[in-house]
Nanobody, 122 residues
């Protein structure tokens, strides 16, 4: 079994910062991409930032210059540092990872965390 456990959401004033963390645990052979998505009410889930092994990171245009994604491959964690939060950023943020497991044979699955709420007050 694999789990993604998220932490760090909350309420912040516009212009403030939040740090979201996600840790993957379980019978993990390898993690390919890992990162964050978000979903605001009435909208589709959208990419925020993902990285493959921490060397190549893709950011949504809305996140570029404000958000930074970092990954610790040894600990199977990612951290999303969000600065200068704007009124357009509130959403439920979901950690996502493409993980290879071996139980009983090799398989790759996209896993999702339970989501953490980010609220920005103006």
């Amino acid at each position: 079994q694999v789990q993604l456990v998220e932490s760090g959401g909350g309420l912040v004033q516009a212009g403030g910062s939040l740090r979201l963390s996600c840790a993957a645990s379980g019978t993990i052979v390898r993690i390919d991409r890992m990162g964050w998505y978000r979903q605001a009410p009435g909208k589709q889930r959208e990419l925020v930032a993902t990285t493959a092994n921490g060397d190549s990171t893709d950011y949504a245009d809305s996140a570029k210059g404000r958000f930074t994604l970092s990954r610790d491959n040894a600990k199977n964690t990612v951290v999303l540092q969000m600065n200068n939060l704007e009124p357009e950023d509130p959403a439920v943020y979901y950690c996502s990872a493409r993980i290879w497991t071996r139980s009983p044979r090799y398989a790759v699955t996209d896993y999702w965390g339970q989501g953490t709420q980010v609220t920005v007050s103006s």
